[in-house]
């Protein structure tokens, strides 16, 4: 039986995120504000959960405090149930875990962000870095802390036999804790990162690497966003584990455990409504002002080191060198999200994307052209008016889960926009057809791409961001959402 509270207060159904559909600030007279969460992982869900799938009774989310704000705002909620004390979370039932602020820093930020993050998006040099110490084992102590805490809640909070939806690399050992309390319970994991490679993953120490892979594979199903990352994961579960594979289901430790694809998509309808609204509007319109008659080659990403926004620069300005027939006739408009500035190699990287648009802006702005302008805000209206302009949209991570900018730019386009898309970019593995695709760390090829979006006849560009926009509608987060609960309830 499920251990702990009234059975009329568990919840069939189950989602467990680090961050919640909802995050808090502290107003100027010292009141709560909620704001919603961000995030790729949040958009996907947050729209799941206004309308849970018929019959499937109470949705609870499941996630963290992660900020002083949430800490007070959970303290202040029975149980941290912030839905039951007023808070708008959304329309979703929210259980906010208030940890020990130490033990969360080291779990999210040294372990997932610092360590987990780096290795999946391939961003150590391995000959450089990371050296595996003592305080490396002190922040993984941390690490499995904070996923009992998440299976402790779940297995509390679960009625028997519920379905239990994992999110990401925060939560790797999830899956097998809450297998151990609670067998009845149907569990999933998804992964909204790439994966890496064996030879890559084995950087981490072993007993980490095989620990997360185990509580992976304590799941009934591992979820992916594209072909390469589900492999990637089976073949670290063969080298590692000794596991064998057998097409996409890994049998290891008496289990086989089926590794599915479900390419998160936008919710084209809904996007293309919100654009139409009009703070939208009024944004695009600022844009269009400060631009001119310049066409626009848009970029928006959080500053974050995976997006490679200092190499897409780079590009920038050796198509401007490349090209002076299009000084004074073009603008990049980069639109970058503060991000994981706890850390110090954010900081840096922010730092080095705020140097190079101001090393192109003194060496080709004039009195009449702004050559780039380096937006560093959270204003997700200003994001989608830029994205409506773009004649040019530059998606060129070093690696990407999915990258989720490529679907919503394609899908708000108003003028039929060029997608240059990184190879190494989930959404590669659905758009390649269409998009000119490029190597991440090749800056001229970069560059190349640039100059023929701008250039590529009008006839084509729409022909290709018709199709590209089909794709990017064609697994909303509904769908998405709803495809995995099918197949989690579907048995083994
Ligand atoms: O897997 C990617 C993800 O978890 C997405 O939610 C989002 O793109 C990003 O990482 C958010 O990171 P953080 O919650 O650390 O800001």
Known sequence: AAPGGERSSQAELLVASNRGPVSFAI???????ARRGGGGLVSGLAQVVQDTPDGDGELLWVCTALSEADRRAARSAPGGRLDQVGFDTGGASVKMLDLDRVLFDRAYNAVANRTLWFVLHL?????????????????????????????????????????????????????????????????????HTPWSPPEYFRMLPDSVAAAILQGMLGADRLGFLAPAWAAAF????????GAQIEGDTVSAGGRSVRTSLYPLGVDAPELRDRASHPDVRARAAELREL?????????VDRTELSKNIVRGLDAYREFLRAHPEWHGRVMHLVCAYPSRHDLPEY???????????AEIEDEFGTDTWLPVHLEISDDFPRSLAAMTLADV????????????????GMVVSAEGAVLVLSREAGACSEMAA????????????????????????????????????????????????GAQLAEIRSGP
């Not at 925060?170 to 067998?183: D, E, F, M, N, S």
């Not at 089976?234 to 584990?241: F, K, T």
């Not at 900081?347 to 648009?357: D, G, K, P, S």
């Not at 269409?434 to 970069?446: G, S």
Request: proline letters at 6%; hydrophobic letters at 45%; aromatic letters at 8%.
């Open 123 to 191: 961003l150590h040099s391995p000959s450089m870095e990371p050296s595996f110490g003592a305080s490396f084992r002190r922040d993984w102590a941390a690490y499995e802390h904070y996923n009992s805490a998440f299976a402790e809640a779940l297995a509390e909070q679960a009625a028997p036999g519920a379905c239990v939806l994992v999110q990401d690399y925060h939560l790797t050992l999830v899956p097998a804790l809450l297998r151990q309390t609670r067998p009845d319970l149907r569990i999933a994991h998804f992964s």
């Open 347 to 357: 900081r840096e990287y922010t730092a080095a994307v705020q140097r190079l648009a």
């Open 234 to 241: 089976r073949d670290c579960c063969a080298e590692i584990l």
């Open 393 to 408: 949209l530059v998606v060129n991570p070093i690696r990407d889960g999915m990258n989720l900018v490529a679907k919503e």
């Open 434 to 481: 269409d998009a000119l695709v490029v190597n991440p760390y090749d800056v001229t090829a970069t560059a190349d791409a640039m100059y023929a979006g701008l250039t590529m006849a009008p006839a084509e560009r729409r022909a290709r961001a018709g199709r590209l926009a089909t794709v990017a509608g064609a697994l909303p987060p509904r769908a998405w959402f």
């Open 27 to 33: 107003g100027d007279d010292g009141e709560l504000l």
């Open 291 to 299: 631009a001119g008659d310049c066409r626009l080659v848009v970029r």
